[in-house]
């Protein structure tokens, strides 16, 4: 292993004993928001709190609308680690760095990860403010956060990732929501390296080859967590639908109201899932 991944290694293991010096929850679930959507976990019981600044190593957030806190606690009874912000390759982060706290959360024993995040919708059936599951996802950042020398003690060399998006916890969640009433899509989400947003012709050749909402994030988390053996179910905010024949210009401004509008809702789908399904060991 080369110096900077055994660096690496390290600094994980002790932003992670860091944290555990700090509480003595065991967290279960790892939560990550997206661009707007930090008020989706306000159902925690917060046992501490901290700005990404206090954490060893820590990557700081410089996206409007993420607050850049970690929160450890409760939600209803399970413990639950929670990011009110994540990182980007866009920002200039590498894949390593925007997925540190992804290894962070499984080092402290997460099984679970839920990531959400606002997306641009490319299926026509789409409104913004819908709330779609992540049944799959297109990498088209060109970057991966398993490049480079393998750290076997986080996952195998060569993850499969035919079941990124565990299959039984997406149907039980689809479940949950129908239960209360939750309107939910499922699709395939894209993820871009960003910040400029998508072309006209862009967006037609995601919509061909098969991607229903696209993003700038989620991918990179998603793909270090099937490494770790870590179960993930994602959900995006649809904030604006796109036509390629008549585009519309969007702004982060907007997206980010679409996004807390909508949030209310998806923080009640997440508060039911962990409460729900989570709390019980047999997710099938």
Known sequence: M????????????EAAAWLRNQSDIQPRVGLL?????????????????????QLPHFPISTVQSHSGRLLVGKMGGVSVV???????????????????PLRVMQTLGIEYLILTNAAGGL???YNSGDIMLITDHINLTGASPLMGPNEDSWGIRFPDMGFAYDQPLARRTESVAA???????TGVYAGL?????ETPAEIRFLKIIGADA???????????????????????????????????????????IVAQKAAPVLGKLIYAVVTEIMDNRDVN
């Open 33 to 53: 928001t997206g661009t707007g959507l930090g008020e989706t976990i306000k159902d925690i019981k917060i046992k501490a709190a901290f700005d990404y600044r």
């Open 214 to 256: 696209v993003g700038f994030s989620t991918v990179q988390e998603a793909i270090a967590a099937v490494h770790g053996n870590i179960k993930v179910l994602g959900l995006s905010t649809i904030t604006n639908v796109h036509n390629p024949a008549k585009p519309v210009p969007a702004d982060v401004e907007t997206i980010i």
């Open 2 to 13: 080369s110096a900077d991944r055994k660096t690496y290694r390290i600094q994980v293991e």
């Open 123 to 125: 299926n026509p059936d």
């Open 193 to 197: 390296p960003g910040p400029s947003l």
């Open 179 to 185: 239960k209360r009433g939750i309107a939910l899509r």
């Open 82 to 100: 929670a990011m009110q912000g994540r990182f980007h390759l866009y920002e200039g982060y590498t894949p390593l760095e925007v997925t540190f």
